[in-house]
Antibody
């Protein structure tokens, strides 16, 4: 079955760079149309899309955060990594990775499987 | 930037029908999706491509679309349906995903 799991530090200091890893199973990121994405949710607030990488290694970023984000994939390890630079307390959130199923090749993007999320707190 | 607008809250009594709206300029051209999120849990997809229901989602959940507004309808609401609901779509220029601000469904 499809599973995704986020891992990374629970606490980072302001100005530091955050690195999060999504380890997945049950599907391959070389399958046409498949994507993995990152989404975050500050405590008590709405979901916010961050970035996605597709089967063809194309990468897309949130317009408002694109200068701080880098997404990459390692298909041999079934992992997707997100880095976010210059962390600030407003970046405190639960960070989720999620799968976008194969419809993305038709321009359809939605999330059918999610990880459980990892809470990242930014504080000195 | 592209936005999706949802009402902050909707309240219904058990057994009644709840309707949650989501409006956005690109919705006539882009599909909408709906997620249910209960406290402390990851979101769960309940509707995709405007009106399709994933396997395992109860039939009381349905979706519809009309112009710039999409609607999630929960018929015969149950206490377990109390949750936050988020709509999601993409803007018309590519795979830039957008979420609505979320609607808290309260079952009275």
């Amino acid at each position: 079955q499809v599973t995704l799991r986020e891992s990374g530090p629970a606490l980072v200091k302001p100005t530091q760079t955050l690195t999060l890893t999504c380890t997945f199973s049950g599907f391959s990121l070389i399958t046409r149309g498949m994507c993995v994405s990152w989404i975050r949710q500050p405590p008590g607030k709405a979901l916010e899309w961050l970035a996605l990488v597709d089967w063809d290694d194309d990468k897309y970023y949130s317009t408002s955060l694109r200068t701080r984000l880098t997404i990459s994939k390692d298909t041999s390890k079934n992992q997707v990594v997100l880095t976010m630079t210059n962390m600030d307390p407003v970046d405190t959130a639960t960070y989720y990775c999620a799968r976008i199923p194969g419809d993305s090749s038709a321009g359809v993007y939605y999330f059918d499987y999610w990880g459980q999320g990892t809470l990242v707190t930014v504080s000195s | 930037s592209y936005e999706l607008t949802q009402p902050p809250s909707v309240s219904v009594s058990p057994g009644q029908t709840a309707r949650i709206s989501c409006s956005g300029d690109a919705l006539p051209k882009q599909y909408a999706y709906w997620y249910q999120q209960k406290p402390g849990q990851a979101p769960v997809l309940v509707i995709y491509k405007d009106s399709e229901r994933p396997s395992g989602i109860p039939e009381r959940f349905s979706g519809s679309s009309s112009g710039t507004t999409v609607t999630l309808t929960i018929s015969g609401v149950q206490a377990e349906d109390e949750a936050d609901y988020y709509c999601q779509s993409s803007d018309s220029s590519g795979p830039h995903v957008v979420f609505g601000g979320g609607t808290k469904l309260t079952v009275l």
